[in-house]
């Protein structure tokens, strides 16, 4: 991955309960490699290397918002990403799903599958559980998040929006 003074970074937290950054890239090592020094949206400036396994997203400078295109007689597109990390040890695997989007605060859900004695011994199997189950609470976060800011907005109680 390489970056450019003045791209948009965003860095994917490393744990469930760790928040979505983003800031602008204020200097980058040589041909655009890391470290980077970042000025981050909440005003503090900090150098990283990025880890092993770390989710980055780079958009250049003039192309900062190009996740969102406007075209009338298209519609309006975005793009939200989410990110899933399995993390297996013996018969028990947790998935771990962080939304990336432009929303302010980072939504991320974790879901967990323990294999049965009895259960032939495939992976993929308690995988899949695990990712179905931490996408499905995603979605129920998303929903409340959703339901919150209805009643923000209009400031209607009992708001409950239907998942279909």
Do not use: C, N
């Not at 771990?96 to 259960?119: F, I, K, N, Q, Y």
């Amino acid at each position: 991955m390489r970056a450019s003074t003045g791209d948009h970074i965003v860095l994917a937290g490393e744990r469930v309960d760790s928040p979505v950054r983003g800031g602008e890239v204020v200097s980058a090592g040589p041909g655009g490699d890391p470290p980077y020094t970042v000025r981050w949206d909440d005003g503090r400036t900090s150098t990283i290397y990025p880890a092993a396994g770390a989710v980055l997203k780079v958009v250049e400078g003039e192309e900062r918002h190009a996740d969102v295109v406007a075209r009338p007689e298209l519609g309006t597109m975005r793009q939200w990403t989410v990110r899933v990390t399995l993390f297996e040890r013996g018969d028990d695997t947790t998935a771990t799903v962080a939304m990336l989007a432009d929303s302010p605060e980072a939504l991320t859900a974790r879901g967990t599958s323990h294999r049965s004695a009895a259960d032939p011994p495939d992976a993929h199997i308690g995988d899949e559980v695990a990712v179905a189950r931490a996408l499905h609470h995603l979605a129920d976060r998303i929903l409340g998040t959703v339901e919150e800011d209805i009643t923000s907005a209009t400031g209607a109680e009992e708001v409950h929006v239907r998942s279909r």
